[in-house]
């Protein structure tokens, strides 16, 4: 009988050795967690003198040659892109006049509602609103939600409106601090749907001076159809950035903030799906350095001795 049980607790000890390495092995295997990294095709302009090329249109000039825009060529590339940094980059989170990560809608010049024709949410402008409005409106957003009066209907605006927010300032929403890295190639895309206004998604890049957060970096993607039959349907827009100030390397633009900007002709526009994503390898974009000499096999011959 001691001969039995002493088997058999052999025979368990081995199923439980044999058990964790079964699990051990198991964990090895487990696939390493995603990163968020992924590949994308994006238009390209590239210059056809020093071969340096920028996403979206062509810039006035070439940062590299200083060639004008008419050398540069219309392409496409894959590009390698990081994580999502973008907060609520589909605007699906937040409350009724808060999408997460961004200021508060005042339910006048802006708002935000379910995205017409589709699933998910969206950000709607009006910029054919008088600015007096506008900023009564303001003062009211500063009260408590729960003692907030709700936005009266906009008056009807006459003329040639150049006095309305369309000719002004803008129709404005500002998202939270977003972290980036100083001096690196970001991907920009906003999708946008707009029945007249021109908008634009401006990059306001912050770095740290006597202790604050100072505006000292500004570019922004232009999302308007080149096409009137375009109008009243969404259409993706893109560009790219780099956070840095040319004349001041020593400023480390460690944050940035997305301003939207609906303006002139007075209406309405849709925004929809802002992303920001870090470009991956953005040193290819340096066109011109030469990869060193490859090593022939076998080494150097040795030098002769001089008499």
């Known amino acids: 009988m001691k001969t039995r049980s002493a088997i058999i607790v052999c025979v368990g000890l081995v199923s439980m050795l044999l058990i964790l390495t079964i699990s051990a092995a198991q964990e090895k295997e487990k696939p390493a967690p995603k990163t968020g990294a992924t590949t994308c095709k994006v238009p390209v302009a590239v210059c056809t003198k020093c071969g340096h090329w920028e996403v979206g249109n062509a810039p006035l000039k070439c940062p590299k040659c200083k060639a004008t825009r008419d050398n540069f060529k219309d392409e496409e590339k894959v590009i390698a892109v990081g994580p999502e940094l973008a907060p609520n980059c589909g605007f699906e989170k937040g409350a009724r006049s808060a999408p997460e990560g961004w200021d508060e809608v005042d ?10 024709g589709a699933k998910g949410r969206c950000l709607k402008f009006d910029s054919d609103v008088y600015p007096a409005d506008v900023d009564a409106r303001a003062e009211q957003m500063k009260l408590p939600a729960d003692k907030r009066p709700k936005a009266k209907p ?40 707009t029945y007249a206004p021109e908008v634009k998604v401006f990059i306001k890049g912050y770095a740290l001076k006597d202790g604050e957060r100072r505006i000292g970096y500004k570019k922004y993607l232009v999302c308007l159809p080149e096409d009137k039959n375009e109008l009243g349907s969404w259409k993706l827009y893109i ?4 956070p840095e100030n040319p004349l001041n390397k020593r400023l480390k633009f460690k944050w940035v903030k997305v301003m939207i900007m609906v303006f002139w002709p007075p209406g309405e526009a849709y925004v929809d799906n802002i992303s920001i994503r870090k470009i991956i390898g953005a040193a290819e974009k340096e ?10 096999e076998g080494g150097e011959k040795p030098k002769r001795k001089e008499k």
Request: charged share 30%.
């Open 107 to 116: 339910g006048l010049s802006s708002y935000y509602i379910k995205r017409p």
């Open 154 to 193: 906009k008056k009807p605006t006459s003329g040639k409106k150049y006095d309305t927010i369309a000719g002004t300032r803008g129709a404005l929403l500002w998202s939270d601090y977003i972290e980036v890295e100083p001096g690196v190639n970001y991907l920009l895309r906003a999708e946008v749907n």
């Open 239 to 242: 560009c790219d950035f780099t």
């Open 287 to 296: 066109e011109g350095k030469k990869s060193p000499p490859e090593k022939k």
